[in-house]
């Protein structure tokens, strides 16, 4: 019988990378960000990113420096007092400098933080970001993880873009142990073109930017965890914007995007609901995977309404399995 449980064949990272799943961003100016966390106000699943890019004027800085540390040592000194559920804390820097210092001035709080997550990954800046990455597990008692954001315009330029993503690839892979989620600037790539979709429209119809993100996935998509854009709608009488992204995110789903990255509370339980697995999904995963009909590699699904074959099914299998532990089954 073939394991069911698909962490035992898939690496941590791959596992860890799936739970990020709805990444709330937060700017670091945010007063109220650690008393929230610590009450549990955007619920027990989601992770956060702490933003100093653009979420932050350049003339607030070192105030939203001062404020992000002041969360990060709130809500550190308050999970060693009483329990509560603690979200993978990443720092979105501005260069790798910053992420350097930062790290270094919040050492004693490490412990709650998961990582960083690098904005517009580029070759300019790409080995920056590698090399203090590596200085920082060379020298940290834990892991330290890291989550590259393409969205740079190396990657919409048509002529060069496989050369670019693949130059960025073999970037990546030479710190992939680190590695938690390829991430997209879905915004960032529309203001390339002048673009911007409406809570009725997905990003998937904009063509040009649909094009990149197609080679983004597959550059990416085989061996890394690569979230989806962020999704700009969060309210709206009629309920068009969830919606919207749910339609949006079903069609991430389909092709091989896993979470989202949000930039409101109320989007969470959404992105939280759109990665649970079906429930046909998971009877035909478990059936993949438990395959037990000797040399007969291929029958009709447990519903008798599609074709289910081993060989070809196998990976969807196992990812199925993985987002069902984590999200559940509808």
């Keep these: 019988m073939m ?14 990378g799936c739970r990020v799943g709805a990444l709330l961003y937060s700017p670091a100016l945010n007063e ?35 404020q992000l540390a002041d969360t990060v040592r709130c809500i550190f000194s308050e999970s060693r007092k009483r329990e509560f559920f603690l979200p993978m804390i990443f720092i979105r820097v501005r260069d790798s400098q910053q992420m350097l210092r930062l790290y270094k001035e919040l050492e004693p709080c490490s412990e709650i933080l998961t990582g960083f ?43 060069g873009r496989r050369e670019a993503l693949s130059r960025l690839k073999q970037k990546i892979d030479s710190v992939r142990e680190y590695v938690l989620n390829v991430r997209v600037g879905g915004n960032d790539l529309s203001n390339l073109f002048g673009l911007r979709r409406h809570s009725f429209e997905s990003i998937y119809e904009i063509l040009p930017v649909a094009h990149i993100l197609g080679d983004i996935l597959e550059a990416f998509s085989r061996e890394y965890i690569v979230s989806g854009p962020v999704w700009e709608y969060f309210s709206g009488e009629d309920g068009e914007w969830k919606r919207g992204l749910e339609n949006e995110i079903r069609l991430d789903r389909l092709n091989g995007f896993v979470g989202k990255t949000v930039i409101h509370p109320m989007q969470i339980d959404v992105v939280n609901q759109a990665l649970k697995v079906s429930r046909k999904d998971y009877d035909d995963a478990i059936g993949i995977l438990d395959w037990e009909k000797g040399g007969l590699q291929v029958g009709k699904s447990r519903s008798g309404e599609r074709m289910n074959e081993v060989k070809t099914h196998l990976r969807w299998a196992r990812r199925m399995m993985l987002l069902a532990d984590i999200y559940g089954v509808k």
């Design 117 to 159: 997550v690098f904005p517009k990954y580029c070759m300019g800046n790409a080995d920056g970001y590698n090399s203090v990455i590596r200085e920082l597990n060379s020298s940290s008692g834990q892991r330290v993880y890291m989550m590259p954001i393409l969205e740079g315009g190396e990657i919409a330029d048509f002529a």
């Design 3 to 16: 394991e069911r449980r698909s962490g035992t064949e898939l690496d941590k990272n791959w596992e860890m």
């Design 32 to 66: 109220k960000m650690a008393e929230s966390v610590i009450n549990e106000k955007f619920g027990r699943q989601y992770s956060l990113a702490l933003c100093l890019e653009d979420a932050i004027s350049d003339d607030y800085v070192l105030e939203a420096e001062r």
